[in-house]
């Protein structure tokens, strides 16, 4: 059952702009694609572009200094398809928090400081489904129930400095299902929050999914989280996608050496002791240009010359599995084929 | 084909392309760089070189004496008759016969004096104030933060009043004279310094740098006057000169009440903003150009204040 | 909560306390001391003497501090030299009409000055923007005393459209009851009272509303630029809220909460700023009074109010302090 996918992402690009200075592009033609039911990870290090892809999605980005190109084709609950980036504000407006949703990265900063809980998960409630009172009251409790708050009663007074970090980000994750959207985008949303609350936090993102059959977009620089979690994942370098492939495929064949260096740097329980680990070499100011070559080669272990002839095109090697990389780990002898 | 040294140099080139230049060149420089570009900052800075031009070169660009009453004949006889601007006398003549274009030239450095040793003051004393304090709270333990208390609580008390009435009680106490209203101008300013000192050395003090220091047993004298003090000064600079505005505002303020020079000889702008405020009806040129002098001149220092308190401030860059 | 407000009224008293020490000492520092200072100019020797006895000047300096501070507590703070009545009295004579006054400055600084500096902020840039902080900047360094006059000389001489003096015009026959002429207009229906004490209110009060004009715009622009900045903000938009919603509860609700407490430091500029203004339209208020005084070496007038300004301002400082704990739910718990 192949129906159309919920959100189709193609060629978004995002440039900022600045004045007396080279323009900066941050999200460089990327694509790839959500269904109903599925987590898809994207996974980068910080400023490889995965933030400002989410904000572009959702309507976020500021609008003066910002050039926005692409398209995203998201298909609503009626059945009619709509390009997120070519609508009008008031219109997204509506979308945000009925049918796309966010959740963001410190739950601490992203909630009101002054504004009791429990009011700021009934105003979503009372702006898109028109419940007001008590019972926006009531539903807003059931909601934090349901992220796993105890006492959820009590807790509609609190405010947010009154709760503890894990239970911050339930709010928020309370606040971005009350009106059960068909798209939840994450960003990064356990990178502030002590291990063990993370994955309680995974796990509640994951039961949801699997509940209301929403498409997740769960945006990480962490493979550990992306493992345990996304169906699929897109691997972003520099504003453009690297590696693309479903999650055990990844895993068992990486291809490009980026994605094979962020896997090698991770510390493993059942490697060897004395076993050094092998970081990915400089850092990511040390990049070039996509226009003149792939913008990883100062750091790959695997350049050659070719590398620097411009950018590498997007192949594919099994059904699904994309890399952009002239001289991949281990291309499985007979599988290459021209890709997107 | 080409070597894999020269690819790499090719790289770095490509690299080096892209990468900004001017990474934290310093906070001063970069927040200096950032001025120069910064119109409100190059306005206020031209005014106030304009201002000290004048006061410096005084007597030079004056046409005539500012004291002599060179045109009292022709004022004298009829009281209500005012000599506004004319090719003689470019700003006109004042009530005694006096040409007011050399009056307001000469008048420019001292209202300079008034505003450098009244600011000057309120800046010496209450860094001194300040400084002391915050280093008190932040290095001398508990002995030090009770001093640092008692120091708050006296610094307190002096803010509990608005600033032209300790200055006017400070003057009460002094006597008439332009050293008085230098003096109580500048020290109603000591609290301000005092406070906006002191809470920035105390907000360096729980900073990683200072625990450092201390956990290598550097000398608390040192810690404070070598590190401490150079990077909470900052915000009092900011705030000397936005006080140079308002010291020279206040000062005609005081004149105004009666406190000021009671000599009229030598100009000063704010005692002749206050003389002539009782011939507003008939003569107001006799008024404004002191008040425009004053009211541009304060704007100068203002803008120079705000543009290096924005480029200072790291929540502001981008 | 009342636990921090009592602890927030203890840090006070100790305020209180050392300004009076303070003053304490002021008095006796006066030109030719006080038994000059504090007498009219034809006293004769013996009441000199006298004063000299009564204020116990060759008693220890804790027993004069205890005889002064026990004055004060009674509210005998000596004679006025100019009128002859106690300097209480004096004071209560002319408060309402600088605190009538001062409403009215504040009440047209936060009027105009909060809606300008939140449009300043959201179209951070545009020519709003550099109006609002230009002519705020303008504010502040503009003597107080000259606006006024300028302001009594186009708009009540020249153009007569306000009067030029006093608080009232000499043909409206009022009621007074609290001497708030306005609240007195209004409680015994006599609309024209009112409506002429509001005119005679308005020049100055627009003078004296300049500084904190200029203040409220700029702490409103740099505060709501600050908090459409923050991350809640955006939390807000992604739930897709209206702008109206995110405007009152999100931004603003942020954002007042310096510019509170920043109006009650203002209220000090305005005590200061009253003295300049009254005095140019005449209007019998404290402020005039204290003009007067300087003017005349009135030293126990200058004593009194100061000391009673200095109180008043401390206690509306602890006012703030506490209505904003009432505000910021952070701070409660502290």
């Given at each position: 059952m192949?129906?159309?996918?919920?959100?189709?992402?193609?060629?978004?690009?995002?440039?900022?702009t600045r004045r007396?200075r080279?323009?900066?592009?941050?999200?460089?033609?990327?694509?790839?694609?959500?269904?109903?039911g599925?987590i898809t990870?994207l996974?980068?290090?910080?400023?490889?572009?995965?933030?400002?892809?989410?904000l572009?999605?959702?309507?976020?980005?500021?609008?003066r200094g910002v050039?926005?190109g692409?398209?995203?084709?998201?298909r609503?609950?009626?059945?009619?398809?709509?390009?997120?980036?070519?609508?009008?504000?008031a219109?997204l407006r509506?979308?945000?928090?009925s049918e796309?949703?966010?959740?963001?990265?410190?739950?601490l900063?992203?909630?009101n400081p002054?504004?009791p809980?429990g009011?700021?998960?009934?105003e979503v409630?009372?702006?898109h489904?028109?419940?007001?009172?008590?019972?926006a009251?009531?539903?807003a409790?059931?909601?934090?129930?349901?992220?796993?708050?105890?006492?959820?009663g009590r807790?509609?007074?609190?405010?947010?400095h009154?709760?503890s970090?894990?239970?911050?980000?339930?709010?928020?994750?309370?606040?971005?299902?009350?009106?059960?959207?068909?798209l939840?985008?994450?960003?990064e949303p356990?990178?502030?929050?002590?291990?063990?609350?993370?994955?309680?936090?995974?796990?509640?993102l994951?039961?949801?999914?699997?509940?209301e059959?929403?498409a997740l977009?769960?945006i990480t620089?962490d493979?550990?989280v992306?493992a345990?979690l996304?169906?699929?994942?897109?691997?972003?370098?520099s504003?453009?996608?690297?590696?693309?492939?479903?999650?055990?495929?990844?895993?068992?064949?990486?291809?490009?050496p980026?994605?094979?260096?962020?896997?090698?740097?991770i510390?493993?329980?059942?490697?060897?002791?004395?076993?050094p680990?092998?970081?990915i070499?400089?850092?990511?100011?040390?990049?070039?240009?996509?226009?003149?070559?792939?913008?990883?080669a100062?750091?790959?272990?695997?350049?050659?010359?070719d590398?620097?002839g411009?950018?590498?095109?997007?192949?594919e090697?099994?059904a699904?599995?994309?890399?952009?990389?002239?001289h991949?780990?281990?291309?499985?002898?007979g599988?290459?084929?021209e890709?997107r | 084909?080409?070597?894999r040294?020269?690819?790499?140099?090719?790289?770095?080139e490509?690299?080096?392309?892209?990468?900004?230049?001017?990474?934290g060149?310093?906070?001063?420089?970069?927040?200096f760089?950032?001025?120069?570009?910064?119109?409100m900052?190059?306005?206020?800075a031209a005014?106030v070189?304009?201002?000290?031009?004048?006061?410096v070169?005084?007597?030079?660009?004056?046409?005539?004496?500012?004291?002599?009453q060179?045109?009292?004949a022709?004022v004298?006889?009829?009281?209500?008759?005012?000599?506004?601007?004319?090719?003689?006398?470019w700003?006109?003549?004042?009530?005694?016969?006096?040409?007011?274009?050399?009056?307001?030239?000469?008048g420019?450095r001292?209202?300079?004096?008034v505003?450098v040793?009244?600011a000057?003051l309120g800046?010496?004393?209450?860094?001194?104030?300040?400084?002391?304090?915050?280093?008190?709270?932040t290095?001398?333990?508990?002995?030090?933060?009770?001093?640092?208390?008692v120091?708050?609580?006296?610094?307190?008390m002096?803010l509990?009043?608005?600033?032209?009435?300790l200055a006017?009680?400070?003057?009460?106490?002094?006597?008439?004279?332009?050293?008085?209203v230098?003096?109580a101008v500048?020290a109603?300013?000591?609290p301000?310094?005092?406070?906006l000192?002191?809470?920035?050395?105390?907000?360096?003090?729980?900073?990683?740098y200072?625990?450092?220091?201390?956990?290598?047993?550097?000398?608390?004298r040192?810690?404070?006057?070598?590190?401490i003090l150079?990077?909470?000064?900052?915000?009092?600079?900011?705030q000397?000169?936005?006080?140079?505005?308002?010291?020279?505002?206040?000062?005609?303020?005081?004149?105004?009440?009666?406190?000021?020079?009671p000599?009229?000889?030598?100009?000063?702008w704010?005692t002749m903003?206050a003389?002539?405020?009782?011939?507003?009806?008939?003569?107001p040129?006799?008024?404004v150009?002191p008040a425009?002098?004053?009211?541009?001149?304060?704007l100068?220092?203002?803008?120079?204040?705000?543009a290096?308190?924005e480029?200072?401030?790291p929540?502001l860059?981008n | 909560m009342?636990?921090?407000?009592?602890r927030?009224?203890?840090?006070a008293?100790?305020t209180l306390f050392?300004l009076s020490v303070?003053l304490f000492?002021?008095?006796?520092?006066?030109p030719?001391?006080?038994?000059?200072?504090?007498?009219?100019?034809?006293?004769?020797a013996?009441?000199?003497?006298?004063l000299?006895?009564?204020?116990?000047?060759?008693?220890p300096?804790?027993?004069?501090?205890?005889?002064?501070?026990?004055?004060?507590?009674?509210?005998d703070?000596?004679t006025?030299?100019?009128?002859?009545?106690?300097?209480l009295?004096?004071?209560w004579?002319?408060?309402?009409?600088?605190?009538?006054?001062?409403?009215?400055?504040?009440?047209?600084?936060?009027?105009?000055?909060?809606?300008l500096?939140y449009l300043?902020?959201?179209r951070?840039?545009?020519a709003?923007?550099?109006l609002?902080v230009?002519?705020?900047?303008?504010?502040?360094?503009t003597?107080?005393?000259?606006?006024?006059?300028?302001?009594?000389?186009v708009?009540?001489?020249?153009?007569?459209?306000?009067?030029?003096?006093?608080?009232?015009s000499?043909?409206?026959?009022?009621?007074r009851?609290t001497?708030?002429?306005v609240v007195?207009?209004i409680?015994?229906?006599?609309?024209?009272?009112?409506?002429?004490?509001l005119?005679?209110?308005?020049?100055p009060?627009?003078?004296?509303?300049?500084?904190?004009l200029?203040?409220?715009v700029?702490m409103?622009?740099a505060?709501?630029i600050e908090?459409l900045?923050?991350?809640?903000?955006?939390t807000a938009?992604a739930?897709?809220?209206?702008?109206?919603t995110i405007?009152?509860r999100?931004v603003l609700?942020?954002?007042?909460?310096?510019?509170v407490?920043?109006?009650?430091l203002?209220s000090?500029?305005?005590?200061?700023?009253?003295?300049l203004t009254?005095?140019?339209?005449?209007?019998?208020?404290?402020?005039e009074?204290i003009y007067a005084a300087?003017?005349t070496?009135?030293y126990?007038?200058?004593?009194g109010?100061?000391?009673?300004?200095?109180?008043?301002?401390v206690l509306?400082?602890l006012?703030?302090?506490i209505s904003?704990?009432?505000?910021?739910p952070?701070?409660?718990?502290s």
């Open positions: 192949t129906r159309s996918p919920l959100l189709d992402v193609d060629e978004l690009s995002v440039a900022f007396r080279r323009d900066v592009q941050a999200v460089d033609r990327i694509s790839f694609s959500l269904r109903e599925r990870g996974v980068g290090e910080s400023g490889c572009g995965k933030s400002v892809t989410s572009a999605l959702m309507g976020l980005l500021p609008a050039r926005v692409g398209t995203a084709r998201f609503l609950g009626g059945g009619d398809e709509v390009d997120l980036l070519a609508l009008p504000a219109r509506d979308l945000r928090g796309i949703a966010m959740v963001f990265q410190d739950p900063s992203s909630l002054v504004v809980i009011r700021q998960v009934a409630l009372t702006r489904r028109g419940l007001k009172g008590a019972a009251r009531g539903q409790a059931e909601l934090l129930a349901r992220v796993g708050i105890p006492d959820p807790r509609l007074r609190e405010y947010p009154e709760l970090g894990g239970m911050r980000q339930r709010a928020l994750i309370a606040m971005a299902v009350a009106c059960r959207p068909r939840l985008i994450a960003d356990t990178t502030a929050l002590d291990v063990t609350i993370q994955a309680q936090i995974l796990e509640l994951a039961g949801l999914v699997a509940e059959g929403t977009l769960m620089h493979l550990g992306v345990g996304c169906d699929e994942i897109n691997v972003l370098y504003g453009r996608t690297v590696e693309g492939a479903a999650r055990h495929e990844l895993f068992a064949a990486p291809t490009h980026y994605t094979a260096g962020l896997l090698g740097s510390p493993r329980l059942d490697a060897p002791r004395d076993e680990l092998t970081p070499r400089g850092t990511v100011d040390d990049a070039i240009g996509w226009d003149d070559g792939c913008a990883f100062p750091r790959c272990d695997r350049f050659a010359e590398c620097l411009g950018p590498p095109p997007m192949r090697r099994r699904g599995h994309r890399f952009r990389c002239l991949p780990t281990e291309p499985a002898p599988e290459e084929s890709g | 084909m080409p070597s040294t020269q690819r790499i140099d090719r790289l770095a490509l690299v080096a392309a892209r990468r900004e230049d001017g990474e060149r310093g906070v001063w420089r970069e927040a760089a950032r001025m120069r570009r910064d119109p900052a190059i306005t206020g005014i070189g304009v201002f000290l031009l004048v006061a070169l005084g007597e030079l660009i004056a046409p005539y004496s500012p004291t002599a060179t045109w009292g022709e004298f006889p009829n009281r209500n008759v005012f000599v506004g601007p004319r090719a003689e006398n700003l006109g003549l004042d009530n005694l016969g006096r040409d007011q274009f050399s009056r307001m030239v000469i420019a001292q209202t300079l004096l505003g040793v009244a000057g800046f010496t004393a209450g860094a001194l104030l300040g400084g002391v304090s915050g280093a008190a709270h290095l001398g333990g508990r002995a030090g933060r009770r001093i640092d208390t120091l708050m609580r006296f610094t307190d002096m509990a009043l608005p600033t032209l009435l006017v009680s400070i003057a009460a106490l002094l006597g008439q004279g332009l050293t008085t230098m003096v500048g109603a300013q000591i301000i310094f005092a406070r000192l002191r809470g920035a050395m105390i907000a360096q003090g729980s900073r990683d200072v625990l450092a220091a201390r956990a290598l047993g550097a000398r608390r040192r810690i404070a006057l070598a590190h150079p990077n909470s000064m900052g915000p009092v600079l900011v000397l000169t936005l006080s140079l505005a308002t010291a020279i505002i206040d000062a005609a303020a005081l004149s105004y009440l009666g406190l000021g020079n000599d009229p000889s030598v100009p000063e704010g903003l003389d002539a405020q009782r011939f507003l009806g008939g003569a040129q006799l008024a150009f425009l002098a004053i009211i541009v001149t304060a100068g220092f203002t803008l120079m204040g705000e290096m308190r480029s200072l401030d929540r860059r | 009342l636990r921090f407000i009592t927030r009224v203890l840090t008293v100790p050392g303070l000492f002021w008095v006796r520092l006066l030719g001391g006080p038994e000059y200072a504090l007498l009219p100019e034809d006293a004769s013996e009441q000199r003497a006298a000299r006895r009564a204020m116990g000047l060759d008693d300096i804790l027993v004069q501090y205890g005889r002064f501070a026990l004055q004060l507590l009674q509210g703070m000596g006025s030299l100019q009128t002859g009545r106690p300097v009295t004096e004071f004579m002319k408060f309402p009409a600088t605190v009538e006054l001062a409403a009215m400055a504040m009440l047209i600084a936060v009027a105009v000055g909060i809606p500096g300043a902020a959201r951070r840039g545009g709003l923007d550099a609002a230009g002519g705020s900047l303008l504010g502040i360094c003597p107080v005393f000259f606006l006024a006059f300028v302001l009594k000389l708009f009540a001489e020249q153009l007569g459209l306000f009067p030029s003096a006093f608080r009232q000499p043909g409206i026959d009022a009621t009851i001497g708030f002429f007195d207009g409680a015994t229906r006599e609309w024209d009272a009112a409506a002429d004490a005119m005679h209110l308005f020049l009060g627009l003078a004296l509303s300049s500084i904190p200029a203040v409220i700029r409103t622009r505060s709501v908090v900045g923050e991350d809640y903000v955006r938009e739930k897709g809220l209206r702008r109206g405007r009152t999100h609700r942020n954002a007042m909460l310096p510019v407490t920043a109006i009650g203002l000090g500029s305005l005590l200061a700023g009253a003295v009254e005095s140019v339209f005449a209007f019998g208020g404290i402020g009074f300087t003017q070496r009135d126990p007038v200058l004593l109010f100061i000391l009673i300004i200095a109180t008043v301002y509306i400082n006012l703030v302090d904003y704990s009432l505000l910021d952070r701070v409660r718990v």
